[in-house]
């Protein structure tokens, strides 16, 4: 089996790239991933993906004039890997409709609510709001709208009475990692498909 070779983007603690490095150690997962780039330098999850034994680099968009000039020097890391697959997973930065045209079909992202329900930021805090019985994660294509691309998957779970928004942080990050492994599969075998039409061992 040809692996795909994929990236993930993060910023932080980088829990669901842990999770997604460790589905990729299996050598039938779909993915290989083969590099991980933070935009911030004290990330949690660059040590992770170091002691992981992935490439794990910081690209800081702090000193960039602007997101252009950024996102080419992400595009020029993620070419020089050789990367046919980006993978998102709590990345902070919202991305140019430049950057995302040039990954069409081949970016994917995870978000902490049922979308179409609650684009954007406090997924959890609005979920309690509108009196939600239930909240849960999804992972789609991105496109320029932000977290608005094909749903690939998507997985519920029921709100209590009791819950907090820091509650249901909690019991979604689980779920969240399932999703992802199962969705980045997914995409995966997609994208190889698309590039490598007619292998049977893609
Ligand atoms: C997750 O909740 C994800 O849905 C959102 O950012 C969070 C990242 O968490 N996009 P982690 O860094 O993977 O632990």
Not at 83 to 103: K, P, S
Request: glycine share 6%; charged share 20%; hydrophobic share 45%.
């Amino acid at each position: 089996m040809v692996r795909v070779r994929t990236a993930i983007l993060i910023s932080g603690t980088g829990s669901n790239m842990e999770a997604l490095i460790r589905a990729a150690q299996s050598p039938d997962y779909p993915a290989e991933i083969c590099l991980v780039i933070s935009n911030k330098p004290d990330a949690k999850g660059l040590v992770t993906a170091t002691k992981l034994g992935i490439p794990a680099l910081c690209i800081d968009h702090n000193p960039y004039a602007d997101r252009e000039s950024f996102e080419r020097d992400i595009h020029a890391v993620l070419i020089d890997h050789d990367i046919e697959l980006v993978a998102l997973a709590g990345f902070m930065r919202v991305l140019t409709t430049d950057f995302v045209a040039a990954w069409a079909g081949r970016m994917i992202n995870i978000h902490p609510s049922l979308l179409p329900k609650y684009k954007g930021l406090h997924t959890h805090q609005r979920a309690l709001d509108a009196g939600d019985t239930e909240h849960g994660a999804t992972v789609h294509w991105v496109v320029p709208e932000l977290d608005s691309g094909t749903i690939i998957a998507q997985r519920a779970f029921p709100i209590h009475a009791n819950d907090t928004q820091a509650s249901l942080r909690d019991r979604l990050r689980p779920i969240e990692h399932g999703l992802y492994i199962d969705a980045l599969a997914s995409a995966a075998r997609h994208v190889a498909a698309s590039l490598r039409p007619g292998n049977p061992d893609s």
